[in-house]
């Protein structure tokens, strides 16, 4: 149970281009989700933390018009990098959670973004 | 400010050998605390949580972690290594208090297993 699938899980665009990450929880109805990034060899980053049918609440730095993320429903949350850089490439990865408390966060596989 | 502290960037043990991953916090009040894998190029996978009751906790694969109050740690164990368990392991806590649901994440340890 409480498996999150993360889609696509490798993406290379060129510079300019827009770019959708779909995050799903596949077994559960997630109330929050959560996006991170992910330095090589380093810890996660939370980018933002969304909640089904609300606005997302973004970390400090993080840019609001440059991660889009949208949570239309409760097992579906997708973060949309708008005119992607090369500096954006990353490992993006998703969580989604059943609450807030002591569940924990389940998180999906990931995706490899490279701008060229 | 809360944060939470891996102080080992790799450990190394003997396949077979019993193997601890370090893990201490600074959170007010008493933190739900979780440990979970990551593979290469993968998500993170749950491995245990300490929500309260039984100071030692036992979860997924093989692997188990004593909460130590006093010390504010949450220590990850397990009695006899597996190759296979070679991965980078992050301790996460969450305050009760709060409503969003966040995790504060540590460093990360890399666990290396060797044959």
């Known amino acids: 149970g409480a498996v999150v699938s993360q889609h696509p899980s490798w993406v290379i665009c060129k510079s300019g281009t827009s770019v959708k990450i779909e995050c799903r929880s596949l077994?559960?109805?997630?109330?929050?989700m959560f996006w991170y990034r992910q330095f090589p060899k380093q810890s996660l980053m939370l980018m933002a933390t969304s909640n089904e049918g609300s606005k997302a609440t973004y970390e400090q730095g993080v840019e609001k018009d440059k991660f889009l993320i949208n949570h239309a429903s409760l097992t579906l949350s997708t973060l949309t990098v708008t005119s992607a850089h090369p500096e954006d490439s990353s490992f993006y990865i998703c969580s989604a959670s059943l609450g807030t408390g002591y569940q924990p966060q389940h998180f999906g596989d990931g995706t490899r973004l490279s701008i060229l | 400010a809360q944060s939470v502290a891996q102080p080992e960037d790799q450990v190394n043990v003997a396949e077979g050998n019993p193997l601890t991953v370090k893990c201490t916090y600074s959170v007010s009040g008493n933190p739900y605390l979780f440990w979970y894998v990551q593979y290469p190029n993968r998500g993170l996978q749950f491995l245990l949580k300490y929500i309260t009751g039984d100071n030692l906790v036992k979860g997924s694969y093989g692997f188990e972690a004593e909460f130590n109050k006093s010390q504010t740690s949450f220590h990850l164990k397990k009695p006899s290594a597996l190759v296979s368990d070679s991965a980078l392991y992050f301790c996460a806590v969450r305050d009760r208090s709060g409503n969003t649901g966040k995790l504060i994440f540590g460093q990360g340890t890399t666990l290396q297993v060797k044959p």
């Open positions: 077994d559960f109805q997630a109330t929050t």
